[in-house]
């Protein structure tokens, strides 16, 4: 772990993998480096974290998954946005636009 490393703010999670599906197919350890090195290694998906998320996304109807070879040659089960989770990722993606202007309108402001 770097200093620069920090914890996802509660909430953020689907968010982001949400937001890495939108470029592809991935399997979990995939959008969990991705996720890292688009962050510039500041934020961090803990493996505990990311497969009760990706569980309950599928759940949700936002991904579905399908069993493939990784680049390894390794059987891993790949994610996929589904047409509610294209939805789903708007909803959340201004929700979190107008969160992080609010915060900023506020700390800026004392």
């Known amino acids: 772990m770097t200093d620069q490393h920090i914890d996802l703010p509660q909430g953020t999670l689907d968010l982001l993998i949400l ?3 939108a470029l592809g197919s991935q399997h ?3 959008i969990s480096e991705r996720v890292q090195q688009v962050s510039s290694d500041v934020l961090r998906i803990q493996q505990g974290s990311l497969y009760p998320a990706l569980h309950r996304l599928e759940r949700r109807g936002w991904i579905k998954a399908e069993w493939g070879m990784s680049e390894n040659n390794r059987r891993a089960k790949y994610y996929e946005l589904t047409r509610s989770g294209k939805k789903q990722l708007e909803v959340e993606t201004d929700s979190w636009r107008k969160l992080a202007a609010a915060v900023a309108q506020i700390l ?3």
Do not use: K, Q
């Open 19 to 21: 937001r890495t599906l």
């Open 108 to 110: 800026e402001s004392v």
């Open 28 to 30: 979990g350890w995939a």
